[in-house]
């Protein structure tokens, strides 16, 4: 009796494995966004037009980061994402790992059909932001510029908040200091140009606040805590424009990073993607998202139909991305250990 | 009893012993680099190591990048994340490595390797993946010591600019011992006004003490935010009474940090000295004073030291509690106000440096248990019972 119950069991489970399988390659595309407002707005600009227009199902999920979740997915073999946005380090970490598909750029019209820094091996980038300096209008009577001015503390005296980390304060540190965006990470690689960053802290250690989460230096701002700050350029934008702030933003030098589509390993939707990917780099579609959420679209053309009003609070618009520096995830993920251990010694001291 | 104890060990004693025991396990080099670690295991530590460990290398790492790609076990990136941690630039030397002499060559692996990467004709590599070998070490012990083995395996100090945990637990059993003693001096007299008071205002002030006991830590800590935020209500009053010329800066520093948390901890003081002062026996006090003593002199002699049990069972229990504060510190205080707490969870959620974090929880249990047996030493359990 025992024994065939645990037959029938073993029948049932094995059955249950190969619907299982079976639903796994038939499955709908899976795409995974950041959630919140910016899901809700790819939604509305990208997600639902593309499954009007080609009548593919589509399934949403809502992650927060980590390439630990990509590599369970993948080492699990139950693998259920296709196309995921995910950060600049986790597409390196997981192209190296071999946890994605490689970017077969021929099937998506081609890689000058994108902004040279959105182009990597596994991924494509489909969104570009910034690390700004940011003040309020209403409490400066004269505007900051630069890197510069913000450790101007005669001109300019008040608090400061600062991203707490080494990673962007460094280059921020440099910058200020005069060094060119393009010589910043050679800098940094050498001893020396470690200890000129920190110096160059040194000077406005006492007026230094840090913040560790986004939304702090936009409350920092409202509530005159501070009188400039670095932070996400879509957050002031958005401060601007949903709770009635008058933040300015000071673009010189900006320190801008990308997001970028991936394809996950033996992902049975690959053609679904790809065909997501075509609809989704045509510039008059990809330029709807910006009007909503002001991320820079990383496609050639789409820029030019954005309204003037709309472009200007862009990394990319012509004005702003002139000076920026592309964030190093390479440098970091090497030096960040080190980095961190010197930043956490000199920020306590 | 037994099935108490067992409770205990499943639900306490198991998930915090496997999480502590992570700060002297190598979890992650061992499975990526077997044969390197063999290979390495007579070396003297002086030059980069001979051709049979270049060719373990080889070896091991083509097996773990086909493991990796076939399974996508991320196996590469976890060892060359641990070996960063001791020896800078690993992150992407090791997986760029891998992918160098994965497809195979002629002649000496030792050549072949250099040739992918001259890192490892350095002798700090090695030494790196010798310390990571395992199957327990101490590294990240010697690390929260601000300690380190050189590749000839004596500690030593390390170089002051990474050094930075010894100053931080001075500073959190400082800040603890200022908290202790701020909320000592206030909540004493609290337990001797409500212990001697009519006993209709009596539990008024009890509740008094306890309300904010039964509030969130989180809010409480919140609400000091915005009382001493730059336009806070505490600034803004200053400035309509004239107090201050121009709003002072009241958050971020370690003012801020002792208030909210003398706030905090205050029930934890009045308490036992509170029970401790309502067991007294008064007519001792009473009988000093009929016999001539002067109040301060009978407050010094007799009052004073009945009730010390209660004064070193509440001070106990303050230091104790502020020695893991993490949230007041972290929201209310500026760089140089955060405790070690805040380097166990800076480890475990930002940099998912877990062993870290478990090497900091046990520096940190460690000095609880010493703070304790202090206690025990200098005080002894047996006075704290209420008298």
């Known amino acids: 009796m025992l024994r065939r119950n645990f037959g029938a069991v073993l029948a049932m489970g094995a059955a249950l494995l190969a619907s299982g399988t079976a639903s796994a390659q038939q499955r709908d595309l899976t795409i995974v966004s950041w959630g919140g407002a910016y899901q809700d707005a790819q939604r509305e600009v990208f997600f639902r037009p593309f499954q009007q227009q080609s009548g593919t199902r589509l399934l949403e999920e809502t992650w927060d980061g980590g390439v630990g979740v990509l590599r369970a997915k993948i080492q699990s073999g139950a693998n259920n994402w296709d196309l995921v946005q995910v950060e600049s380090e986790e597409l390196l970490l997981g192209c190296e790992e071999g946890l994605f598909e490689r970017m077969d750029f021929a099937a998506i019209g081609g890689e000058q059909r994108f902004i040279p820094s959105a182009v990597s091996e596994c991924g494509v980038g489909n969104i570009l932001y910034s690390f700004v300096l940011a003040y309020d209008r209403g409490r400066m009577s004269t505007a900051p510029t630069s890197w510069a001015d913000f450790f101007d503390t005669q001109r300019f005296p008040g608090k400061r908040g600062l991203r707490r980390g080494p990673k962007t304060t460094l280059e921020i540190a440099l910058l200020a200091d005069g060094v060119a965006p393009g010589e910043v990470y050679k800098l940094l690689a050498t001893d020396a140009g470690v200890d000129r960053a920190f110096r160059k802290l040194d000077s406005i250690r006492n007026d230094l606040v840090w913040w560790e989460r986004g939304s702090q230096p936009a409350q920092w701002l409202a509530s005159g805590e501070v009188v400039m700050t670095d932070a996400y350029n879509g957050r002031i934008t958005a401060a601007n424009q949903n709770d009635g702030r008058n933040f300015g933003i000071a673009w010189r030098n900006n320190l801008f990073t990308l997001d970028s589509w991936v394809i996950m390993k033996g992902s049975p939707n690959r053609a679904q993607a790809t065909a997501y990917l075509n609809f989704w780099a045509q510039p008059q579609v990809a330029a709807a998202l910006p009007p909503r959420i002001p991320y820079g679209t990383t496609i050639r053309g789409a820029d030019a139909l954005l309204p003037a009003n709309v472009l200007e609070n862009l990394p990319t618009a012509p004005q702003n991305a002139e000076g920026a520096l592309q964030i190093d995830d390479r440098f970091w993920l090497d030096n960040l250990d080190k980095l961190n251990q010197r930043f956490n010694n000199w920020v306590s001291r | 009893m037994a099935p108490l104890l067992i409770f205990l060990l499943v639900v306490f004693v198991l998930p915090i012993g496997t ?369």
């Open chain 2, 19 to 387: 999480f502590l025991a992570r700060a002297v396990q190598e979890s992650d080099v061992p499975p990526v680099l077997p044969r390197t670690i063999a290979a390495l295991s007579g070396w003297d530590g002086a030059a980069a190591p001979g051709e049979p460990a270049f060719a373990a290398l080889v070896e091991d790492l083509r097996e773990a990048r086909r493991r990796d790609q076939e399974a996508g076990g991320g196996s590469i990136g976890r060892a060359s994340a641990r070996l960063n941690n001791d020896w800078p630039g690993f992150r992407s030397l090791l997986p760029a490595t891998a992918r160098r002499i994965a497809s195979p060559f002629q002649g000496e692996a030792r050549a072949a390797v250099l040739a992918a990467a001259p890192e490892w004709g350095e002798v700090a590599p090695w030494a790196a993946i010798s310390r990571a070998g395992g199957p327990l070490s101490d590294f990240h012990l010697l690390a929260v010591l601000d300690l380190k083995r050189d590749a000839a395996g004596h500690i030593a100090a390390a170089p002051p600019d990474q050094s930075i945990f010894r100053a931080v637990l001075w500073r959190t059993m400082w800040i603890s011992l200022c908290a202790t003693v701020l909320a000592l001096a206030i909540g004493y007299p609290l337990a001797w006004l409500i212990a001697t008071a009519p006993s209709r205002f009596a539990p008024w002030l009890l509740a008094g003490v306890l309300l904010p006991f039964w509030t969130s830590l989180i809010v409480r800590t919140a609400a000091w935010m915005v009382l001493l935020q730059r336009e806070g209500v505490v600034n803004a009053t200053l400035q309509s009474l004239r107090l201050a010329d121009g709003p002072l800066p009241l958050l971020f520093n370690r003012g801020a940090v002792l208030l909210a948390m003398v706030h905090i901890l205050l029930p934890f003081m009045v308490l036992p000295i509170y029970a401790n002062l309502k067991g007294m026996d008064w007519r001792l006090p009473r009988a000093a004073m009929s016999l001539g003593a002067s109040p301060l002199r009978t407050f010094w002699r007799i009052s004073l030291p009945l009730s010390l049990p209660g004064i070193g069972a509440g001070s106990l229990l303050v230091f104790i509690q502020a020695l893991g504060f993490y949230v007041t510190p972290a929201l209310l205080g500026g760089a140089n106000d955060q405790m070690l707490s805040y380097f166990v969870g800076f480890y475990a959620t930002r940099t998912v440096n877990w062993s870290m974090a478990a090497a900091l929880s046990c520096l940190l249990l460690a000095a609880v248990a010493i703070v304790v047996a202090l206690y025990a030493r200098l005080v002894g359990f047996e006075k704290t019972r209420p008298a």
